[in-house]
Each structure stands twice: as structure tokens, then as C-alpha cells.
């Protein structure tokens, strides 16, 4: 059963440390998505990318977050450095096209707490 | 402004009952939309999509308006297993905007 494995699955560390999360995109997906979800403020897109190519970043924090995809199988979120603020779930979503068939599939989150 | 707005609830519901959540969207070139489900501590998965002369999946029917910008859910004869809370979804461009969720628990 194909699905968006992310890792780690749950952090904790000290603000002002860094932290780097890991996704592998559906095989053959070419669209990946990494959204951020608060109670406050829910699902928070943070970054996209199109066969590999970054297309928007304008939900990242620019100074501490930086989001990349070294190639089709792995996608990777760090920030650098990490503040209270920043804990939250984020999930990495992968999907085919142009999404306006609204099918994503979610990895499980990582879940970051920052002290 | 969220470009998605729903009722954050909690609906509260006995097993058996009609409940419908609603949301709108302020993007009027927003073109398709959806329904997401989420689990307690789980990912956001795909529910349905909602077209504009309304669908139905079994005791599930979606509902829009593009002139109010508004989108429905219905569930008839709710199940225990309903228990979710459920993201209102809209496509505009390229990424998919999310709702901040619905949440539904259905009670013995």
C-alpha cells in the first residue's frame, strides 16, 4: 500500500536548536507539499514543489525555515533555528498533476515540540 | 481573513441524527473544492469532492454555491465511526487551502 512516509515522527528539543524533517513522496507522485497544522491556526501551507522545483515558499518563515528536495524520493523541512513557536505537526503531503483533482495524501506528521 | 472559514463546533450528535457543516471560501476564482476527514492525531484524508450540482457518496452529500461561496456537508444517519473532525477544502491555482475543520463527535 503506497503512502508518504515521514520522519521523525516526534521531536523534542531546546529552542535555538536545529531541526530537520525527512519525507518520501508516493513513488511516481510529483508534487509535494509541506503544511504546518496549530489549533489556532490549522493546516498552514509552508511550502510546494513541482517535479522537484520549488514553487512557492511564501508560508515559510524565510530566516529560520528552508525547505528541498534533493531528488524525487526525499523532501526535507529544517529549521534553523527552532523557537517555542515552531512546535506544531507537519505533515508532508504528495499528490500527481496539477492537485485540482484535490487528492493529497498526508504523511503521518512529525510532530515537534520545542522547549 | 482565512481564505477558508468553517464552524470550528464541536457538533455534538446521537447516533443516528442528520448533521451538515458549512464553510465558505473568499476566493471567487477558487475552482474545485473538497471535503477532507481527519482522525483524532492522524493525517488529513480525502472525503469527497463537491461539485457544483451537488454528489452524494452513500449517507454523505456535498453541496456548492458559487454565487454565496459556500459549501455543505451532510451526513444522514450518522455512525459512531463519524466521529472526525472534517476539513472544508478549496483548489485556487495551485495548492490546496484547507479549512481550519469541523469537529464531529456522534454519541451512543
Known amino acids: 500500500d503506497a503512502r508518504v512516509t515521514q520522519t521523525p515522527r516526534h521531536k523534542v528539543t531546546e529552542m535555538g536548536q536545529e531541526v530537520t524533517m525527512r519525507c518520501q513522496p508516493i513513488?511516481?507522485?510529483?508534487?509535494v507539499f509541506w503544511y504546518r497544522q496549530t489549533m489556532m491556526q490549522g493546516l498552514e501551507l509552508l511550502a510546494y514543489?513541482?517535479?522537484?522545483?520549488?514553487?512557492?515558499d511564501s508560508g515559510m518563515p524565510k530566516d529560520r525555515f528552508s525547505a528541498e528536495m534533493p531528488d524525487a524520493t526525499l523532501a526535507t523541512l529544517k529549521i534553523q533555528p527552532s523557537e517555542p513557536r515552531d512546535s506544531a505537526v507537519y505533515f508532508c503531503?504528495?499528490?500527481?498533476?496539477?492537485?485540482?483533482?484535490?487528492?493529497?495524501?498526508f504523511g503521518e506528521g512529525s510532530r515537534l515540540t520545542v522547549l | 481573513r482565512k481564505e477558508v472559514e468553517q464552524d470550528p463546533g464541536p457538533f455534538n450528535v446521537p447516533e443516528g441524527a442528520t448533521v451538515a457543516f458549512n464553510c465558505t471560501y473568499s476566493?471567487?476564482?477558487?475552482?474545485?473544492f473538497f471535503w477532507y476527514r481527519q482522525d483524532c492525531r492522524k493525517e488529513p484524508k480525502l472525503l469527497m469532492s463537491?461539485?457544483?450540482s451537488g454528489n452524494e457518496d452513500g449517507r454523505f452529500t456535498a453541496q456548492l454555491n458559487r454565487a454565496s461561496q459556500y459549501i455543505s456537508l451532510l451526513i444522514r444517519d450518522s455512525k459512531l465511526s463519524d466521529s472526525a473532525t472534517y476539513l472544508c477544502?478549496?483548489?485556487?491555482?495551485?495548492?490546496?487551502?484547507f479549512g481550519k475543520g469541523t469537529s464531529l463527535l456522534v454519541t451512543p
Open positions: 463537491v461539485y457544483s
Open positions: 513513488l511516481g507522485h510529483n508534487t
Open positions: 514543489f513541482r517535479n522537484r522545483a520549488p514553487l512557492d
Open positions: 503531503a504528495s499528490g500527481l498533476g496539477t492537485m485540482n483533482t484535490g487528492e493529497l495524501f
Open positions: 476566493n471567487s476564482a477558487s475552482q474545485s
Open positions: 477544502v478549496v483548489f485556487s491555482g495551485y495548492a490546496l487551502n
